[in-house]
């Protein structure tokens, strides 16, 4: 058997090589433990994870709307307060079609008294306005009880041929043929009027640099059976364009009735600054 000396030399070697390392042990932090990924639900009802899905791109605008405003008022030798607003919607995926709806009001006042009063509405609809010919329909309504005229309502349907089309503007013309009926007021002591009549619309517009456009729109409605009877509505309009949603306009607004209610003027005609603010 091994002496005394040689076991306290065989102990003493195994204690200075394991306690230092039992000591190390000791020392270090325990061990982290991973956790398994939870299980998702893989079902009908499982909500996507935002994390993983792809950026959708933002689905387009399918309306606009725009709202036009005119003010003046002056007083001292004349006094003279005038509004005008109108409201314009209309759709802007025309793939298909192309809608668009209108009201326009005016009123003024001149020393208390009212002195003109006047609403106008108008809807057009367009089939396939890409095409260079394309069927369209229109309904129109006008109220001025200074032009003595209660309500005239016209609709009809025809056929749009557009002749020019470039990226500055476009330029078309539309024949219709329409039904027409105005009811008169009290005052002008007349029986109400059905016509069918002709329309012809020249209608164009185009942009001038980057915040300039020019608009006109000729109108002429003869009745079927006498071309000397007739309507003539020209609107022309200027915007310069201050930010993406604020425009000044300048409008110019030429009306004549060949045949008006007794007492009533054949022309009207307007000028006027504003704002238009689009949506």
Known sequence: MPGATFLLIVYHALTAAIVP???QVAAEPPPIREEPPALRPTGPSAEPDPSTEPDRPAEPDRWAAAVDLGFASSSGNSD????TTGIRLKHLQTKLFKLEWNVAFRYGESRGEVVARNIQSKLDFDVGPSARVAPFVFASAERDPFRRLDLRARTGSGVKYTFYREEPGEASLRIAALYSRESFTAAAAQEPRTDGA?????KGNRGVGSAVKIENTTTLMPVFNDFADYNLD??????????????LTLTH????????????GRTDQRFQAGLTIDF
């Open 21 to 23: 390392r039992i000591a």
């Open 80 to 83: 003279l307060t005038s509004l």
């Open 198 to 202: 002709w329309s012809l619309e020249l």
């Open 234 to 247: 020209i609107a022309s309009k200027i915007s310069s364009r201050i930010s993406k949603h604020l425009a």
């Open 253 to 264: 607004a030429y009306s004549y009735d060949s045949t008006p209610a007794a007492d009533v």
